[in-house]
């Protein structure tokens, strides 16, 4: 074989020439900025409604409560007490389960950060000109930002009571690294025995171990002491009781596994025809370049999150439900469900995948991606949630 080289002088940069390569009208296309303004408009009418709501609500509940003040004892023990008040001496109990709770909401504000930063990165350089460039990108953000999992998931610990610090601080570090390695380990079998090009060489897999253990470790404990140091003593508003309030009976809309479900429905309305554009660009042959829509998304999943879970935090502690820290967890983690559901229609209806190889691959790693973006909802459902509860309880007057 020999072949022939003619060259030709080119008036297009250097720094354009990689444009051919992408698909403006697929991307730009009327559809992405119609979903984009689409959810920008839910996102003002959320907004709204739980600011309009809210504010009424509870400047209701905080003139009733301070009539109920001015009572004396007689005509307030017969009066009807109902709703948030009344579960003020329990509602800063521990969550159950604190050690996974504190590593789950550490895990989630870490990847938030590695989002934001990836994504302001990719939109300032050109990531997607170069293979892996991304990837690359992801892992080092996520060694670095390793401190931001300590410190959150730390003094959160701290402050509900642990005491066993030092394997929270192990679980937090190696949750999110051991979910991601072990799928990718195991889908790695099968690329070896297909002998397919997709196999992560063995060197690649000693050197994401060792990140692990002498990069991320080291600095998940320099977040944790600083998180336990500056934020880890319980400053709530309102002092716990010794004994636990009986939960009363509610309606069945009201329980926490209903309200769970029906909290990842608007936040998952908010992103699912970006990650059409997502799935398109990682399972297929487009390259994705629009990193200002992604960022934009972001917000907006943000904000939607926030106000979903707050709405559902205030009527469950109006049923006097003081289990709000895993319920607001996972109402905005349950987003997930709902993109891995969304991932099995893409697959059997808008890609051409079969066999095990393929398959193994696509869902193994959708089902990373889905619980990633599930945990750092949830961190950002809760956090938000917090800030809100911490506020009302500090606003209301209690003996």
Not at 62 to 75: G, I, L, N
Not at 374 to 398: E, L
Request: glycine share 8%.
């Amino acid at each position: 074989w020999c072949y022939s080289v003619k060259w030709k002088k080119s008036d297009v940069k250097f720094e354009d020439r990689f444009d051919k390569y992408l698909d403006p009208s697929f991307f730009q296309h009327r559809i992405h900025w119609f979903s984009i303004f689409n959810s920008f408009m839910m996102v003002i009418f959320l907004v709204g409604l739980v600011s309009m709501i809210l504010m009424r609500t509870l400047r209701k509940d905080y003139a009733r409560y301070s009539k109920e003040e001015e009572m004396d004892d007689m005509d307030r023990d017969l009066g009807d007490e109902y709703g948030w008040k009344q579960v003020h001496g329990d509602v800063f109990r521990p969550s159950s389960h604190p050690l996974i709770f504190s590593s789950l909401i550490g895990s989630g504000c870490q990847i938030f950060a590695v989002s934001l930063i990836v994504i302001v990165v990719a939109m300032i350089e050109d990531l997607y000109t170069e293979r892996g460039s991304m990837l690359s990108t992801a892992i080092f953000v996520y060694a670095a930002t390793s401190p931001v999992n300590g410190y959150f998931g730390g003094s959160l610990y701290a402050r509900q009571g642990g005491r066993r610090w030092i394997k929270q601080m192990f679980i937090g570090a190696f949750l999110i690294p051991a979910m991601v390695c072990g799928t990718a380990f195991f889908i790695n079998f099968i690329a070896i025995y297909y002998h397919a090009s997709r196999a992560i060489p063995f060197g690649t897999m000693v050197a994401v171990c060792c990140i692990c253990f002498f990069v991320i470790l080291p600095l998940n404990l320099v977040g944790t002491i600083l998180g336990r140091n500056l934020s880890g003593q319980p400053n709530f508003p309102c002092r716990v009781n010794a004994v636990p309030r009986p939960i009363p009976e509610k309606k069945w809309f009201m329980e926490p596994a209903v309200i769970v479900c029906l909290g990842g429905i608007l936040p998952f309305g908010s992103i699912f025809i970006e990650m059409y554009f997502i799935f398109t660009s990682f399972w297929a042959y487009k390259i994705y370049y629009v990193y200002g829509f992604m960022m934009l998304v972001l917000v907006i999943l943000c904000i939607v999150t926030v106000c979903v879970t707050i709405v559902c935090t205030y009527f469950l502690l109006n049923a006097e439900d003081y289990r709000w820290q895993w319920t607001s967890f996972l109402s905005a983690a349950s987003t997930a469900i709902y993109v891995y559901m969304y991932s099995f229609y893409y697959y059997f209806f808008k890609t051409k995948m079969y066999g095990l190889f393929q398959t193994s691959f696509y869902f193994g790693y959708m089902a990373v991606f889905s619980t990633a973006l599930g945990i750092m909802c949830g961190a950002i459902g809760y956090m938000g949630t917090s800030a809100f509860v911490r506020k009302i309880y500090t606003n209301v007057k209690i003996d």
